[in-house]
């Protein structure tokens, strides 16, 4: 808002005392910037000539301890700025060589893990492809496990059916050999009934012989007897020679098969007992696989939740060096707006300053009779004249005249 004031070219004066005549009418117009002036320096605040006169020095004093203190404080507030830099630099110099490296060192450690992770990783894979080929070639030894086992089975099947057979032929050698005895008995009893008869007829023809004298020749019945003797022990010879000879053709068909079947048997079981070694062997490296996979992802997954903390721990620091440096600047521009203001106020000063002191030169400043208490710098409006008691009579005011006002410190100007 606007301020003016009027400045009649008379004024009233009291012999008896220095303070002005105010017409109650009239209303006071404060000064920016005059809030802490003695009281002695105006009343109402008005401008009084005898009061500038009386108290010029009591005024200047005041205005200059109260531009020296401002100038101190804008002193102080430049050297405080120059101290707070100077702490801002030399902070910066000291975390400067200790941040850079840091994150540089971090970087490359996350780097040489981002290439532990991959190499971890390709292993794995290699591992998972070394699992699979041992689980195929698992697979296909159980199959050829389970198919040697069956040819077992069949083999054993065949070695049953074999015994069978054996104890058949042994049953028939047994068979055979009683037949034989008993044929051997039965050749014993032809043999003794034949002597028997032989003896029998002897005796017969012994008597015979003996009471005939005169007869026809006699027969020899050994001569007789002799061959059908050798015609029988030929086709018995015969027929032993045979079923020997068929007994030991069968025992030893029957030897070899037995021999062959319980080498082939043999081998058998040990091509069984290599294949349950193989596959033995096989569950104990693929038991050493998944605990060694095991132990890979655990060391894995410890390794990325270390340095995943430690991430986060550097990220932190810098999240914490980032907010102490928007402290640092948020200060920086707060002083900064303070000096500004300050040096507003100091201009605003030196202008008030040299406001009073054109106001104090000035020997044609009057001291208005009635001053128009208006607001706006257009209107004009005509001092009306009341008498003082003390003072002179009334003389009629001119109308004032607005008085135009300095831009930076908004006082007003002579």
């Not at 005392?17 to 009343?43: E, H, K, M, W, Y």
């Not at 941040?99 to 971090?106: D, F, I, L, R, T």
């Not at 492809?129 to 069956?150: H, M, P, S």
Request: net charge negative; with cysteine.
């Amino acid at each position: 808002m606007p301020y003016s004031f009027c400045l009649p070219n008379l004024s009233c004066r009291s012999s008896s005392s220095s303070r002005p005549c105010v017409p109650s009418s009239c209303q006071g117009i404060p000064l920016p910037g005059a809030c802490n002036i003695p009281a002695t320096v105006s009343s109402g605040n008005w401008f009084c000539e005898g009061a500038f006169n009386g108290n010029e020095k009591e005024t200047m004093q005041f205005l200059n301890d109260r531009l020296a203190s401002y100038l101190e404080k804008v002193r102080q507030l430049e050297r405080d700025n120059a101290e707070l830099e100077r702490q801002i630099q030399e902070r910066s110099q000291q975390q400067e060589p200790l941040v850079c490296p840091n994150y540089q060192s971090y970087f490359r450690t996350i780097e040489e893990l981002q290439q532990k992770i991959l190499c971890s990783k390709s292993e794995n894979a290699r591992l998972v492809v070394q699992i699979d080929n041992a689980k195929l070639a698992a697979d296909d030894f159980r199959t050829k496990y389970e198919t040697e086992l069956g040819l077992r089975q069949l083999v054993e099947s065949d070695i049953n059916g074999l015994r069978r057979i054996v104890d058949e032929l042994t049953l028939c050698k047994a068979d055979l050999e009683a037949q034989v005895e008993s044929l051997k008995e039965e050749l014993l009893c032809l043999k003794s009934n034949h002597e028997e008869e032989v003896n029998s007829l002897r005796s017969q023809l012994g008597d015979r012989l003996n009471i005939e004298v005169d007869a026809a020749p006699t027969v020899d019945l050994n001569s007789v007897l002799s061959e059908p003797r050798s015609q029988y022990e030929a086709l018995v010879e015969t027929n032993r020679r045979d079923v020997e000879e068929w007994f030991a053709r069968q025992t030893e068909e029957l030897n070899k098969q037995v021999v062959s079947s319980s080498e082939q048997l043999q081998s058998y079981q040990a091509e069984i007992i290599e294949l349950r070694r193989t596959v033995n062997a096989l569950e104990v490296e693929l038991q050493d696989q998944h605990n060694l996979r095991d132990s890979l992802e655990n060391t894995l997954t410890e390794t990325e939740a270390r340095y995943s903390s430690q991430l986060a721990q550097v990220q932190g620091l810098i999240g914490n060096v980032e907010a102490q440096l928007a402290e640092i600047r948020a200060d920086l521009e707060r002083q900064n707006q303070e000096y500004q203001v300050l040096l507003d106020v100091r201009a605003r000063l030196e202008c008030e300053i040299n406001t009073y002191r054109g106001l104090l030169e000035s020997e044609d400043c009057k001291l208005p009779c009635n001053p128009c208490a208006t607001t706006n710098a257009k209107t004009i409006t005509p001092c009306v004249s009341n008498p003082c008691p003390p003072c002179a009579p009334a003389v009629p005011c001119t109308p004032c005249v607005p008085r135009p006002r300095c831009g930076p410190c908004s006082s007003f100007v002579r």
